[in-house]
């Protein structure tokens, strides 16, 4: 089915759907993950990023147990890979003509490089001379601030009450301990939980739990990691500028 929709929803969807049935079918990132031809890395990127972009987590981490835990598709999981597969016999059903200009939505579709993929309800706009700040709340209570030019506010046409996505490079997060963070004059802290964190020769890949599901991945040279002794489920806060925020909106 997901060959089917890819002209439709574009590689990257249909990609994530595979992932989320081989997830359904095994109970198991990497046994996901080798089914989808993908690294164990790769695999958990996605299921960062589809869970940062839904209202409510659509992958679910489960642990301890007789097997040491596993993954599983939550309820909006299950909801949302059943209507693929009826979009999919719809689509199937319809004309070579009506397919071909469905197919035509896949150039709208925008894949961007930033590692981080926040998606929120805007609860607050400062109206400055040249820039907005753009205060954006995430599900489970966290806020982050993204300050942009009047001009793109406008141009956006953001409201208070609307929703966007806040993209942010993991190589602009930094890490610190709850008691130092708070010490630090920065825009953005967001408290949460080390949920993973994947070793390099020189920086090391961490992935900060959110309250309320959301992922929020930083890119730390193995010193600074070092230095902070810091292990899997640890409280830590993520630090990043209001400058280090692009918005972006589904139009």
């Given at each position: 089915?997901?060959e089917l ?5 574009g590689?990257?969807?249909g990609?994530?759907?595979?992932l ?5 079918e095994?109970?198991?990132i ?15 990127q ?5 869970n ?5 987590p ?30 999919g016999?719809a689509?199937?059903?319809g ?8 197919a035509?939505?896949?150039r709208?579709a925008v894949r961007?490089?930033?590692?981080n ?7 607050h ?18 806020q ?8 793109s506010?406008?141009?956006?046409a953001l ?8 993209l ?15 010490q630090?004059?920065i825009?953005?802290?967001?408290p949460?939980?080390?949920?993973r ?10 992935i ?5 599901g959301?992922?929020l ?21 993520a ?13």
């Amino acid at each position: 089915m997901s060959e089917l929709l890819q002209p439709f929803a574009g590689k990257g969807t249909g990609q994530r759907i595979a992932l989320l049935r081989a997830i359904r079918e095994h109970g198991s990132i990497s046994a996901a993950a080798r089914q989808c031809q993908l690294s164990y890395k790769a695999a958990w990127q996605h299921i960062d990023n589809i869970n940062n972009l839904s209202p409510q987590p659509l992958v679910a981490r489960l642990t301890g147990g007789k097997g040491g835990g596993g993954t599983r598709l939550t309820a909006l999981g299950e909801q949302l890979l059943d209507a693929w597969e009826k979009t999919g016999v719809a689509l199937q059903a319809g004309s070579q003509q009506e397919r071909q200009t469905l197919a035509l939505l896949a150039r709208l579709a925008v894949r961007t490089s930033a590692r981080n993929q926040l998606a929120g309800e805007i609860s607050h706009i400062q109206r400055g001379a040249v820039n907005d700040t753009i205060t954006l709340r995430l599900p489970g209570g966290s806020q982050l601030q993204a300050q942009i030019t009047r001009e793109s506010c406008d141009e956006l046409a953001l409201h208070e009450g609307g929703h966007a996505i806040a993209l942010i490079k993991a190589s602009w997060v930094t890490l610190a301990l709850p008691q130092a963070a708070a010490q630090i004059a920065i825009a953005n802290r967001l408290p949460g939980k080390v949920g993973r964190i994947t070793a390099g020769l020189v920086n090391s890949e961490v992935i900060v739990t959110l309250p309320g599901g959301y992922s929020l991945c930083a890119m730390v040279d193995n010193d600074s990691l070092a230095s902070l002794a810091i292990a899997v489920d640890d409280a830590v806060c993520a630090l990043f500028s209001s400058q280090s925020v692009i918005l972006g909106i589904l139009d």
